[in-house]
């Protein structure tokens, strides 16, 4: 049976329209990091490059079922971390040039895949569709540990309700919240879906 995240995983990606806690262990995924404003054209990039490197080792091993512990599986969504650059840190006034945005998109990886099974995927892609910035993918294990999390709903330039209210929630429950960095899960296809209809999981990381 396919193993679905949306039916198998709700706890972790389908999270409720309210501030909840999660405690997360480490997963895989592949990841590349950047620079810039993601609404341009450059941004599309690194996205594609997570989606067609994710889709590589989900049909190669759907032919061919070589690793151990093998199933079939629906590829994770896109996530992203999103910080600003040092530079922006220094001179931060409250508002957030999108220019000065870094981040890290991943798609999270089955606990089957491996670092050895990735690099031939790289190879095959490369051969198939060759992408300049398939040499910048990462394949690692990243542990996001307690964190508060909350489904927001709308448009990405309304999320700052939301993470007030998450960090109300985290104060009422006796936590801190480690850092201005957080995390995105795209529940919707920004392409096909009106901004004010987008289901964003938003999440960070938070300490006792």
């Known amino acids: 049976m396919k193993h679905e995240w949306r039916k198998k ?3 972790v990606y389908l999270s ?29 990039e690194y996205i594609s490059v997570l989606y067609a490197l994710s889709y590589a080792i989900k049909m190669t091993l759907k032919k061919e079922c070589e690793l151990e512990g093998y199933f079939d599986y629906t590829v994770y969504p896109l996530e992203g971390v999103w910080d600003i650059s040092e530079e922006a840190k220094k001179a931060f006034d409250g508002t957030v ?11 999270r990886q089955p606990h089957f895949v491996t670092a050895n099974f990735v690099e ?15 040499d ?11 964190c508060i ?17 998450m ?26 879906v009106a901004p004010e209809k987008l289901k964003t999981a938003l999440r960070f990381q938070v300490i006792s």
Do not use: C, W
């Open 149 to 165: 999390q909350m489904l927001h709903i709308g448009s990405y330039d309304t999320e700052d309700a939301s993470f007030r209210r």
């Open 136 to 146: 910048q993918v990462k394949f690692e294990k990243i542990e996001e540990g307690p």
């Open 9 to 11: 995983e709700k706890a």
């Open 97 to 107: 040039n999108k220019n000065e945005l870094v981040f890290t998109l991943m798609i």
């Open 16 to 44: 409720k329209n309210a501030p909840e806690f999660i405690q997360l262990p480490a997963y895989q995924f592949l990841s590349i990091s950047g620079k810039g404003n993601p609404n341009s054209e450059a941004f599309s």
């Open 120 to 134: 031939k995927m790289k190879v095959l892609t490369r051969a198939r569709k060759p992408h300049r910035l398939l």
């Open 167 to 192: 960090e109300h929630f985290a104060q009422t429950q006796q936590l801190e919240r480690l850092s201005k960095v957080h995390r995105e899960i795209y529940l919707s296809d920004f392409r096909k």
